[in-house]
């Protein structure tokens, strides 16, 4: 199956630095790229929806200062954690869909963020 | 209307029996349906997902069972396995939401040697 490739796995920062984390497709392009949240024991979040070349959408509740996406390529989004803060602490997750559109999304393996 | 109901929060099934994992929606306008398999610390991997043209699917020992009347899905795992403990999480889409799961809130299934 396709590839989606994450980074960092891991990182711990200190309150107020910024942190970005990287989603790459490796074996496939994608026309959108999707930002999950999720907290220990629950379900996944939808943070955002971003697509290639245009500005993400963001649900409901997250705010798109803290939590800037950029999806500079087709197989590239990135999600910046600008001024971090120990509630910001989570498991940051993305998904991609490629071009054929069938509606399968593949998942990153997820990055562990701990603010300090 | 876009909520997903999964049941149960956990499930506890002894070795080589049949895990059963069921889900309801009610929008009507879905027509994708994946169940995932997350192990702790990793992302979520797509295991099986059926389309409404179709009532059954069946993949190794997983099967996906769909009511499309009762708005129902559901996931059996048969003869369950140790290493198929992991939290399950199934799924809802429509073509028009540009592929934007809705995510059941998760089953900790457990299998014990």
């Known amino acids: 199956g396709a590839v989606v490739s994450q980074h960092p796995s891991r990182v711990i920062c200190k309150s107020g630095t910024s942190v970005k984390i990287e989603c790459r497709s490796l074996d496939f392009q994608a026309t959108t790229m999707f930002w999950y949240r999720q907290f220990p024991k629950q379900s996944l979040m939808l943070m955002a929806t971003?697509?290639?070349?245009?500005?993400?959408?963001?649900e409901q509740g997250v705010e798109k200062d803290k939590f800037l996406i950029n999806h500079a390529s087709l197989t590239l989004s990135t999600l910046t954690v600008t001024s971090a803060h120990p509630e910001d602490s989570s498991f940051y997750i993305c998904?991609?869909?490629?071009?054929?559109?069938?509606?399968?999304?593949?998942f990153g393996e997820g990055s562990r963020l701990t603010v300090l | 209307q876009q909520q997903v109901k999964q049941s149960p929060q956990s499930l506890i099934v002894q070795k080589g029996g049949i895990s059963i994992i069921n889900c309801a929606y009610e929008?009507?306008?879905?027509?994708?349906f994946p169940w995932y398999q997350q192990f702790p610390g990793k992302g979520p991997a797509l295991l099986i997902a059926?389309?409404?043209?179709?009532s059954e699917k069946k993949e190794g020992r997983f099967t996906i069972s769909f009511n499309k009347s009762a708005k129902q899905f559901s996931l059996h795992i048969m003869d369950s396995q140790p290493g198929d403990s992991a939290t399950y999480f199934c799924?809802?889409?429509?073509?028009?939401?540009?592929?934007?799961?809705?995510f059941g809130k998760g089953t900790k299934l457990s299998v014990k040697p």
């Open positions: 799924a809802a889409s429509s073509r028009g939401s540009q592929g934007n799961l809705i």
């Open positions: 998904s991609a869909m490629p071009f054929s559109n069938t509606g399968e999304l593949f």
């Open positions: 971003s697509n290639e070349g245009s500005k993400a959408t963001y």
């Open positions: 929008n009507t306008a879905f027509d994708y």
């Open positions: 059926i389309r409404p043209d179709v």
